[in-house]
């Protein structure tokens, strides 16, 4: 524990000295969530997304998978409470999209819209910004489609149906460049890469990734390890479940890494 704090000390002093802009981003919304120091305007943001998460929980409706070859149906409930993300994350990608006034963000895994609804309520002040969100089962896709549009407008959300093989090359094609990823869809080891070396092709200038689980089983961990090695990252920020990376395409240094713990 005392080691932990040390180490986080030293790391949080790492950064506070970085002129990277996103770097500082990334620490705003660190410090926020570890402090919990919110505005009132965030406090009713996360409440009204807690309230859709509990209210989610109670639901017994059943919904298949069929789409991916199985023949499994779980209730809505179940499906909250094992693949949506924690809140203290969801306060973290909240405090991360506004702190970095995210444009355009994609998040591949929608869910039942849960981090979706703390990206959109991050960024409900910016008329201009929009997520695209991916999203294989059908039922998900609506319910998360009636929960963003009690949040925002039609226009600043678009939910991309189906399977990612059939999906993800479509987006690769949209001429949208996204300036904020959130990987939290299919977390194999080819997969994960093959999002991100395809995605970190479409940027332009400074882009961020987040990638959740990446401690979840060899594979992620492998896959974490190769992207922050990548060519293109100029920072990576290991939160053990959350791996954040910074890419530059016409980067050419050697990538800087930080280690931070939210909680410990
Ligand atoms: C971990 S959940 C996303 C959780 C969500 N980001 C949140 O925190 O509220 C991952 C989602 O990705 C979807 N998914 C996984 N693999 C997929 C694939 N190959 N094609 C389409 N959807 C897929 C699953 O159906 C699941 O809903």
Redesign the pocket.
């Known amino acids: 524990m005392l080691i932990r704090k040390i180490e986080l000390a030293r790391e949080l002093n790492r950064m506070k000295k970085c002129p990277n802009q996103t770097v500082q981003n990334i620490l705003k919304a660190f410090l926020a969530v570890r402090s919990n120091t919110y505005n009132q305007d965030d406090k009713e943001a996360f409440e009204r997304c807690e309230n859709y998460r509990n209210a989610l929980l109670k639901r017994s409706e059943k919904v298949s ?1 069929e ?2 070859g199985l023949d499994d149906e779980k209730t809505m409930g179940e ?2 409470s ?5 809140k203290i ?2 306060q973290f ?1 909240y405090m991360l999209a506004k702190k970095s006034a995210s444009q355009n963000m994609l ?12 990206l959109l309520e991050a960024t409900a002040h910016n008329h201009k910004s929009k997520l695209i ?5 059908s039922q ?1 896709c609506n319910i998360s489609s009636r929960r963003f549009s009690e949040i925002t407008n039609l226009d600043r959300f678009e939910i991309v149906e ?6 993800f090359p479509k987006i690769l094609k949209n001429p949208v460049l996204f300036d904020m990823h ?1 990987i ?4 194999q080891q080819e ?1 994960t890469l093959e999002y991100f070396m395809k995605l970190k092709e479409k940027t332009r200038q400074q882009t961020v990734f987040v990638f ?2 990446i401690n979840w089983s060899k594979g992620m961990k492998k896959a974490w390890k190769t992207i922050q090695n990548d060519k293109s990252v100029l920072f990576s920020i290991d939160l053990w479940k959350l791996g954040i990376v910074i890419t530059n395409p016409s980067n050419a240094g050697k990538p800087t890494g930080f280690k931070l713990f939210l909680s410990f």
């Open positions: 998978f789409i991916f499906i909250c094992k693949a949506a993300s924690p994350w969801c990608l998040e591949i895994g929608t869910n039942l819209g849960i981090s979706g609804s703390y969100t991916m999203e294989g089962v998900l189906g399977l990612y093989q059939d999906t959130f939290d869809g299919n977390h997969a959740d689980d």
